[in-house]
């Protein structure tokens, strides 16, 4: 069994930054790769990925100012977001692909958390 809980979400003005982060706990498992994805209405789209490389994606909507990362030693991944818009405005979704032990490859996910970008 493995759980991912998300924090970090809330209301910032334009032009301000969050740190979302998403914790995985339970069994063991393998890292092969993190991303989050953020959601309105029925439209979900991807805003970051890594893999166990260290290699990072990210759309030309949030490049240069979301920044994913990863603590291997806390099994936390985080999305740094600075220079947020009111477009920014979503629900944020962590997921993360693992190899746990005694069950195999699998994607998790996240409670989600809601960021809103408003004055």
């Known amino acids: 069994q493995v759980q991912l809980v998300e924090s970090g979400g809330g209301l910032v003005q334009p032009g301000g930054s969050l740190r979302l982060s998403c914790v995985a706990s339970g069994s063991s498992f393998t890292f092969y790769a993190a991303g989050w994805y953020r959601q309105v209405g029925m439209h979900r789209e991807s805003v970051a990925a890594m893999t166990s490389d260290g290699n990072t994606d990210y759309p030309d909507s949030v490049k240069g100012r979301f920044t994913i990362s990863r603590d291997n030693a806390k099994n936390t991944v985080y999305l740094q977001m600075n220079s947020l818009k009111p477009e920014d405005t979503a629900v944020y979704y962590c997921?993360?692909?693992?190899?746990?032990?005694?069950?195999?490859?699998?994607?998790?996910w996240g409670q989600g958390t809601q960021v809103t970008v408003s004055s």
């Open positions: 997921n993360m692909r693992i190899y746990v032990d005694y069950d195999g490859e699998g994607d998790y």
